[in-house]
């Protein structure tokens, strides 16, 4: 499997522009993960989704972020309008759980380092 | 719900020296722990991880950590560490029961290897 993949890996944009960033999940992982990392704030959770449905979007720091899942293997994460603020690496992670096996193990894509001028 | 420590920010460390990583976790009920690595500009990876069993876990890299229940600690530890080991470490936890349980990560332990 290729593992997790984000894209795009780099973007830079101006002030109010909008920004969406990508991520498919390793194929069969029911469960994923929208993680932020900042040098100020380490490594917050903003969402996550279950079978496609959000479970847990507290993380979400405003009205301006959104994230989808239309199917099991694609999710977004929109930005609109963008600030400076936003600027940070983006991770999207998935992982399964099962019964009797899958304890939550993680796999971290690459992550999308995103400027905000 | 539960939480986790990292006391240190930054720990340097001479190649080919022993080095420990501190991880202290809080909960009431009984948990997993997870240790992450983040080499630069690269995602998070797995370590290893405590489930149950044996306290002293093996992982990837020569690094091992041991779950200590009476002291909640669960300390990342090599015997000789290598210029490649330079990352930052997260250590996490969850709830150890009660079906898909949210992880919460630490902020963080930064390993510089020195020359």
């Known amino acids: 499997d290729a593992g997790v993949i984000q894209s795009p890996r780099h973007e830079v944009t101006e002030m109010g522009q909008e920004v969406t960033l990508r991520c498919k999940p390793i194929?069969?992982?029911?469960?994923l993960f929208w993680y932020r990392q900042t040098m100020m704030r380490g490594l917050e959770l903003l969402i996550y989704?279950?079978?496609?449905?959000?479970?847990?979007d507290s993380g979400m720091p405003e009205d301006r972020f959104s994230a989808k899942m239309p199917n099991a293997s694609f999710s977004t994460l929109k930005i609109q309008p963008s600030e400076p603020r936003d600027s940070a690496v983006y991770f999207c992670?998935?992982?399964?759980?099962?019964?009797?096996?899958?304890?939550?193990?993680?796999?971290f894509g690459p992550g999308t380092r995103l400027t905000v001028l | 719900a539960q939480s986790v420590t990292q006391l240190d920010s930054q720990v340097p460390v001479f190649e080919e020296a022993p080095v420990e990583l501190r991880c202290n976790y809080s909960?009431?009920?009984?948990?997993?722990l997870f240790w992450y690595v983040q080499y630069p500009n690269q995602g998070l990876q797995l370590l290893l991880k405590?489930?149950?069993?044996?306290?002293l876990v093996k992982g990837i890299n020569g690094f091992e950590a041991e779950f200590n229940k009476s002291q909640t600690s669960f300390h990342l530890r090599k015997p000789s560490v290598h210029i490649s080991d330079t990352a930052e470490y997260f250590c996490a936890v969850r709830k150890g029961s009660g079906g898909y349980q949210k992880v919460t990560f630490g902020t963080g332990t930064k390993l510089q290897v020195i020359p």
């Open positions: 194929s069969g992982h029911d469960y």
């Open positions: 992670a998935s992982s399964f759980y099962r019964d009797g096996g899958g304890y939550n193990e993680q796999f």
């Open positions: 989704f279950n079978n496609n449905v959000p479970i847990d």
């Open positions: 405590y489930l149950s069993g044996s306290t």
């Open positions: 909960s009431s009920v009984s948990v997993y």
